[in-house]
């Protein structure tokens, strides 16, 4: 069931790449506007097509330019969720996902449309319009609606960039709860490195229709290709955490391998797992425990290398416990505190320098 | 008050509209979704029949169907009576000259569905045919409604080219626009006065009920 894409162009976008998604995984597209994230997007559903291209699905060929065969959208069993949801606006929410199931007979449409509405937790609401519901709401109707078709691929395009900062941390947890009904491989374009390392298993960076990384979304956050295409502020790591529990001024308190991490307020019972996204730009260094200090995480680290990209900083690779976090300072302050590998420091991280939506429930992919 | 004249106006307008509705459907449809060379000029000879004098577009519609002309020729043949000076002769004048009214509102009915609702649709798996109705139709229906109410009170109000056309034969052709021009000629005042009441509240109701439910459809898709 794995999804194999393909695609040469030179116009509108230059596109040159390939890449496979397997069953059940899920692949973020990652690149600035432009970068050609979109139009592959396109491309897998029928709506665009490359001057070269293939699109091979469950081992059945949607697209093959070579061999004059390309399947229209209505014949590719695809789901897709629009930037903008794309819903009917005359059809209510319901209507919305049954007109996905034309294959089946009316009772059964409605079964199954209140059946995902449920999954996508829209109970109650199946009888509203588009126009009536939020941008949240509209969004998991579109979600319902891609599921409806029973697609072999379900591809969504930057599906999150148009609710506010609030109800997409709610919709991230969604979609990550959801996946465990999914075994189609699914594709999630974004410009978001957040939004990415927070859903993705795998990530492809691209940069004008090049592929400049690709791989697990922890390894492609420190790679320099893939950082010099997103922006080096982007770089981060992914930190699994427990919540250990939550104190009464606001602050919760996570256990990593590591030690003990104060973090404001997460969501989420004593107990279950995290993932914590840690910018290598919010953390210091220092050789010796500092005191005094208002910083509320300071925790041992080992480095691991430093690696140099000509321009005054260094990205440090650190061991923190079992996992690795990063590290962004000046070539000037490494030089000073004299960083070489295996060297024993110490990380300090300001609690409140991790952003809320950078905390997601679930275990690291 | 000519009534064999009023509901010959009202066949012939109501024929137009059925005939125009499907041409309006998959015109308007095709202009609205299609990019392609030369488009600039189907759009300008729909248009035409807007701007050219009804004299002229009469003159050569009278060419067109003359007895002379292939179409006029085929009409014999298949029919056994001439094209000009008949009631089908006026329908199909009617068709032509009421393309702008028809295939202009379709499309920009058409050009109000946002693209990526069609393409959602088709991502949903149906047929072009089956977005058509179940989607597009749907949604660019207030246009396809004011082609239709445009459509059907202009071809009541014409005259100049159905008199080039038809003329004014009684019952066949002679429509209420020039019954009333006969009356007005025949120093009936009256006459004139009491059609073009008439005509003029048909009109207004006619296009009182566009708005009427172009606001309802307004309030159902708000």
Same mark, same amino acid.
């Given at each position: 069931m794995a999804l194999a894409v393909m695609a040469k162009a030179a116009t509108p976008i230059p596109l040159d790449l390939a890449f496979r998604v397997e069953p059940g995984e899920l692949l973020a597209l990652v690149g600035?506007?432009?970068?050609?994230?979109?139009?592959?997007?396109?491309?897998?559903? *029928?709506?665009?097509?490359?001057? =070269?291209?293939?699109?091979?699905v469950n081992g059945r060929t949607w697209l093959d330019t070579g061999a004059r065969v390309d399947l229209p959208p209505h014949q590719r069993r695809v789901g897709v969720v629009f930037q903008?949801?794309?819903?009917?606006?005359?059809?209510?929410?319901?209507?919305? #996902?049954?007109?996905?199931?034309?294959?089946?007979?009316?009772?059964?449409?409605?079964?199954?449309?209140?059946?995902?509405?449920?999954?996508?937790?829209?109970? /109650?609401?199946?009888?509203?319009?588009?126009?009536?519901?939020? *941008? *949240? &709401?509209?969004?998991?109707v579109a979600v319902a609606r891609a599921l409806a078709r029973r697609p072999e691929a379900l591809l969504l395009d930057e599906p999150f960039s148009a609710v506010d900062r609030a109800t997409r941390e709610k919709l991230y947890a969604e979609i990550i709860a959801l996946r465990a009904h999914l075994s189609m491989p699914v594709v999630l374009v974004t410009h978001d490195m957040n939004e990415a390392q927070l859903l993705a298993d795998r990530m492809v960076v691209i940069d004008a229709g090049r592929m400049v990384a690709e791989g697990p979304t922890g390894s492609v956050m420190s790679d320099p290709d893939a950082l010099r295409a997103m922006g080096i502020r982007e770089a981060a790591a992914m930190v699994p955490a427990t919540i250990a529990s939550h104190d009464p001024d606001g602050m919760t308190q996570l256990a990593t391998s590591a030690g003990t991490l104060w973090l404001p307020q997460v969501e989420g019972?004593?107990? $279950? $797992? =995290?993932?914590?996204?840690?910018?290598?730009?919010? =953390?210091?260094?220092?050789?010796?425990?500092? &005191?005094?200090?208002?910083?509320?995480?300071?925790?041992? =680290?080992?480095?691991?290398?430093?690696? $140099?990209?000509? *321009?005054?900083? #260094?990205? #440090?690779?650190?061991?923190? /416990?079992?996992?690795?976090?990063?590290?962004?300072?000046?070539?000037?302050?490494?030089?000073?505190?004299?960083?070489?590998?295996?060297?024993?420091?110490?990380?300090?991280?300001? $609690?409140?320098?991790?952003a809320r939506d950078h905390v997601a429930a679930g275990n690291v992919a | 008050?000519?009534?064999?004249?009023?509901?010959?106006?009202?066949?012939?307008?109501?024929?137009?509209?059925?005939?125009?509705?499907?041409?309006?459907?998959?015109? +308007?449809?095709?202009?609205?979704?299609?990019?392609?060379? +030369?488009? +600039?000029?189907?759009?300008?000879?729909?248009?035409?029949?807007?701007?050219?004098?009804?004299?002229v577009f009469g003159?050569?519609?009278?060419?067109?169907f003359g007895a002379q002309s292939p179409l006029g020729q085929f009409w014999i043949a298949t029919f056994g009576h001439q094209l000009v000076f008949?009631? !089908?002769?006026?329908?199909?004048?009617?068709?032509?000259?009421?393309?702008?009214?028809?295939? !202009?509102p379709a499309q920009r009915g058409f050009e109000a569905v946002p693209s990526d609702v069609r393409e959602a649709a088709s991502c949903c798996g149906m047929s072009p045919l089956r977005s058509l109705w179940r989607v597009e139709l749907p949604l660019a229906w207030p246009g396809l409604v004011t082609a239709m109410v445009l459509t059907f009170a202009h071809t009541l109000g014409e005259f100049g080219i159905v008199l080039m056309v038809g003329g004014s034969i009684p019952g066949e052709t002679k429509t209420i626009a020039i019954s009333i021009y006969d009356s007005v000629q025949g120093f009936d005042d009256r006459g004139a006065a009491t059609m073009s009441a008439v005509l003029v509240a048909i009109s207004l109701f006619t296009i009182a009920v566009t708005y009427w439910l172009s606001s309802r459809v307004g309030r159902r898709l708000g």
């Open positions: 600035h506007s432009g970068s050609g994230k979109t139009t592959l997007l396109r491309t897998i559903a *029928g709506l665009w097509r490359p001057e =070269v291209a293939r699109v091979q903008n949801y794309a819903l009917f606006p005359h059809m209510t929410a319901a209507q919305n #996902v049954a007109s996905a199931m034309d294959h089946m007979s009316g009772a059964e449409r409605t079964r199954e449309a209140e059946r995902l509405l449920e999954l996508v937790n829209l109970h /109650g609401l199946a009888g509203r319009k588009p126009a009536q519901l939020s *941008g *949240g &709401e509209q969004q998991r019972a004593p107990g $279950s $797992s =995290v993932r914590v996204r840690i910018m290598a730009h919010e =953390v210091i260094l220092s050789r010796t425990r500092p &005191e005094g200090l208002s910083a509320q995480n300071i925790l041992p =680290v080992k480095v691991i290398d430093l690696q $140099s990209g000509g *321009g005054p900083a #260094v990205m #440090v690779r650190l061991a923190f /416990g079992e996992d690795m976090i990063l590290a962004r300072v000046t070539r000037r302050a490494a030089e000073a505190l004299s960083l070489q590998p295996d060297d024993h420091i110490y990380a300090v991280l300001k $609690s409140m320098s991790v | 008050m000519d009534w064999t004249a009023l509901w010959l106006s009202l066949r012939l307008a109501g024929w137009t509209v059925v005939f125009l509705l499907p041409i309006a459907v998959f015109a +308007g449809r095709f202009l609205a979704y299609r990019r392609f060379g +030369g488009k +600039g000029l189907i759009e300008a000879l729909v248009m035409l029949p807007l701007v050219l004098p009804p004299t003159f050569y519609l009278l060419l067109a008949s009631f !089908q002769g006026l329908v199909v004048a009617s068709i032509i000259f009421n393309l702008p009214f028809a295939i !202009q």
